[in-house]
């Protein structure tokens, strides 16, 4: 069956722009997971959604980053007057539930750049 | 708070030697899991393994083999014949699990970048 898909697969941005990255979970997953990497930071947790549950946002580094999900499937993740600091891949992965026990499924990720 | 360690940055072996990724985790939790992930150079995570708390039991899959030893916080990843194909980045991570609720967010050690020269 189909992954996680993500998009787009590129952002190059303008520093103060806003942008927006979309992630497609496996169908029937319930949990979606937000992950940032970057080489000074490594691989980090930003934000997950489990069902109709208030989303987990303590990784958010800041307010500019939110990110919703619609309908128990695709999410959205908006980074608002983006940094250069911003810089990063940003990776979606999705499991079958909340359980710690459930392997994470990863997207391609978004490699965003802001200039 | 909960922290994985890989203290290996990178490692460079000539293929069909055996080699070890070392991976630490602290937590505070009895409950927990303990995943290797692999990133290839097309960017993707991969999972390769997932093993709880409750089961030290060592696995072997093929080439690859885990050492989980809660005495020293230890998963250790053992992939012995290298290949080629085996370069990557290896990611060691960890997720807790609280009493009346879940928390599976994983947290990631730094990953080892593994080079197998032919």
């Known amino acids: 069956g189909a992954g996680v898909s993500q998009s787009p697969s590129n952002k190059v941005t303008e520093k103060g722009k806003d942008v927006e990255l979309r992630c497609d979970p496996i169908?029937?997953?319930?949990?979606l997971y937000w992950y940032r990497q970057s080489l000074g930071q490594g691989l980090e947790f930003l934000i997950y959604?489990?069902?109709?549950?208030?989303?987990?946002k303590s990784g958010l580094p800041s307010d500019r980053f939110s990110a919703e999900r619609t309908g128990g499937s695709v999410s959205t993740l908006t980074i608002q007057r983006t940094q250069q600091e911003d810089s990063a891949v940003y990776l979606c992965?999705?499991?079958?539930?909340?359980?710690?026990?459930?392997?994470?499924?990863f997207g391609p990720g978004t490699r965003l750049t802001v200039l | 708070a909960q922290k994985v360690t890989q203290a290996q940055t990178e490692i460079s072996v000539v293929e069909k030697e055996d080699v070890t990724l070392d991976c630490v985790y602290e937590?505070?939790?009895?409950?927990?899991?303990l995943f290797w992930y692999k990133q290839p150079p097309s960017g993707e995570l991969v999972f390769l393994i997932r093993r709880n708390s409750f089961d030290e039991q060592n696995e072997i899959s093929g080439r690859y083999s885990w050492n989980f030893q809660k005495s020293t916080s230890s998963f250790n990843f053992t992939i012995t014949a290298s290949q080629v194909v085996d370069s990557a980045v290896y990611f060691c991570a960890l997720s807790e699990e609280r009493w009346g609720g879940a928390n599976s967010k994983l947290t990631f050690g730094k990953g080892i970048t593994l080079s197998v020269r032919p």
């Open positions: 959604f489990q069902g109709n549950s208030a989303p987990d």
């Open positions: 169908s029937g997953h319930t949990a």
């Open positions: 992965a999705s499991s079958w539930g909340l359980a710690g026990y459930n392997e994470q499924f």
């Open positions: 937590t505070r939790d009895t409950t927990y899991y």
